[in-house]
Nanobody
Framework: QVQLVESGGGLVQPGGYLRLSCKAS????????VGWFRQAPGKEREFLAFFNWIGHIYYDDSVKGRFWISRNNAVSTAYLQMNDLKPEDTAVYYC?????????????????WGQGTQVTVSS
C-alpha cells in the first residue's frame, strides 16, 4: 500500500515562494507517475502538474512558468516549487500517484493520495 505525505505548506506573502514535498512509502516510487493538485474552498480539485515514470513533465497553463515539479526516486520524494505566488493560489495542495498512465491529467487517473498541505497566500 502506497502512502503519501505532503509537507512544506504555510502562509506566504504575494510574490513569495514555497517548496512542497511529497514523501512516498510502500511500492516502487520510480514506477509511478506523480501529480500535484490543489483544491480551494468550494471549488473542484484542480490539476497542476505531473511527472511520469519515463520523465515526461506536463503543467497546467495556470501554473506554467511559475511552478516546477521534480522528483528524486532515490528518496521516494516528489517536489513542487512554487514561485511568484498569488492570493488565488491559496488552496490545499495534494500529491498523488498512479501507475503506467502516460498523461494522467485528472483526479480519477490517480490511485493514491496524500492528506494535503495548506498553502495560504496573503499579505
Amino acid at each position: 500500500q502506497v502512502q503519501l505525505v505532503e509537507s512544506g505548506g504555510g502562509l506566504v506573502q504575494p510574490g513569495g515562494y514555497l517548496r512542497l514535498s511529497c514523501k512516498a512509502s510502500g511500492g516502487t516510487f520510480s514506477n509511478y507517475a506523480v501529480g500535484w493538485f490543489r483544491q480551494a474552498p468550494g471549488k473542484e480539485r484542480e490539476f497542476l502538474a505531473f511527472f511520469n515514470w519515463i520523465g515526461h513533465i506536463y503543467y497546467d497553463d495556470s501554473v506554467k512558468g511559475r511552478f516546477w515539479i521534480s522528483r528524486n526516486n532515490a528518496v521516494s520524494t516528489a517536489y513542487l516549487q512554487m514561485n511568484d505566488l498569488k492570493p488565488e493560489d491559496t488552496a490545499v495542495y495534494y500529491c498523488a500517484t498512479t501507475g503506467l498512465l502516460p498523461n494522467p491529467l485528472t483526479p480519477k487517473d490517480y490511485i493514491h493520495w496524500g492528506q494535503g498541505t495548506q498553502v495560504t497566500v496573503s499579505s
